[in-house]
């Protein structure tokens, strides 16, 4: 058994009929695998399961089974009374999950994420500090004696590889492969999802990458490496998802220690990424002072109803208080 909880988040599917399943704001790999692999699983035990993002997100990965299908709602527009139980993928909190409102409290919970930040807002909790939510899932669905098929193993796969950078990133343990191989003897196909994911961009992520390059400055001093894009520049040349940006530059030069990617998503809307390459620094706590969460080495905030350069300017003196401290 891997989980004690999974026998509790079991009984509380016995007598439910429709579920629905939330993706976090901006959905990464993580969040898209981990729950379309749970709608797969539900679906096999009888349950009307759903998808729902309260965002706009790239549609582009055609590995994913029924991608399509997941709906982009308004949270305000959005009744969770006509389901029976929600589960929460990914999201150390309700504002990862939404930008507007407060979690449904006429609903029953389960959450089940892999950030150190969560601390347990759900009915029921499955929290694991590990390198993905899907790798959560698949300890989980072993703990239900689930036979896991090609689809939800692409799935899984996907989610492991999108948090994991392709198994770069320092939060990649033993078991974390060993998961990928088992996937990937009953049907993930990696080169897929590898070849689209990391060996497939438009031109217009290479000129929206130029302008975050020609912005890119780094403080010796302080060691923080950092771009800021004004929304004028993202509207123009983006428009997409920003989170692969952050993995790509920010978390490999040499001599940094912290990388922070911003991004004016909005009027007043600031989205930010942060990045350690100092095995020392938890961007984390950097952050949930801004409102945000995540991991030691990865971690993100939103700044919402500030002047861009204000906004920056914020982001920038919290990160140089945390090194600096």
């Known amino acids: 058994m891997n989980y004690a909880v999974s026998k509790r988040i079991w009984a509380e599917l016995e007598d439910v009929e429709r579920v629905v399943i ?7 790999l993580d969040s898209i695998g981990s729950a379309l692999a749970l709608k797969e699983v539900l679906v096999g035990l009888g349950k009307n399961a759903e998808v729902v993002c309260f965002d706009k997100f790239l549609k582009r990965y055609d590995f994913f089974k029924d991608l399509d299908k997941v709906k982009e709602v308004k949270n305000r527009k959005f009744s969770f009374e006509e389901y029976d139980l929600y589960f929460a993928l990914d999201s150390s909190s309700w504002s990862v999950v939404s930008k507007e409102g407060e979690a449904p409290s006429g ?7 892999h950030h150190q930040t ?3 807002w759900g009915d029921v909790n499955l929290i694991d500090v590990l390198p993905s939510t899907a790798e959560i899932l698949y300890g989980l669905f072993c703990d239900w004696g689930i036979k896991i098929d090609g689809c939800v193993a692409t799935n899984l796969l996907a ?29 993930a ?9 990391f060996q497939t961009k438009t031109f217009g992520e290479y000129k929206y990458w130029e302008q975050v390059l020609a912005r890119m400055e780094f403080d010796r001093e302080t060691g923080i490496l950092w771009s800021a894009i004004p929304h004028r520049v993202y509207e123009e040349y983006w428009r997409g998802e920003v989170e692969g940006v952050a993995g790509m530059f920010f978390q490999q030069v040499e001599g940094s220690r912290v990388g922070v990617y911003m991004t004016e998503e909005g009027e007043g809307v600031l989205t930010v990424s942060f990045r350690a390459r100092d095995k020392n620094v938890d961007v984390s706590e950097i952050a949930v002072k801004l409102g945000g969460g995540g ?31």
């Open 22 to 28: 939330s993706l976090h704001i901006e959905p990464d």
């Open 107 to 113: 609903i029953r919970t389960v959450v089940i994420d």
């Open 118 to 120: 969560n601390k347990g």
């Open 159 to 187: 989610g492991i590889i999108g948090d994991t950078g392709c198994f770069r990133y320092p939060n990649t343990r033993d078991r974390t492969h060993e998961i990928a191989g088992e996937l990937m003897r009953v049907g």
């Open 189 to 197: 196909n990696s080169e897929k999802i590898i070849g689209e994911v």
């Open 295 to 325: 991991h030691k080495t990865a971690a993100g905030a939103r700044l919402m109803g500030m002047e861009f350069d204000e906004a920056v300017r914020r982001v920038l003196q919290e990160t140089k208080n945390t090194l600096i401290k």
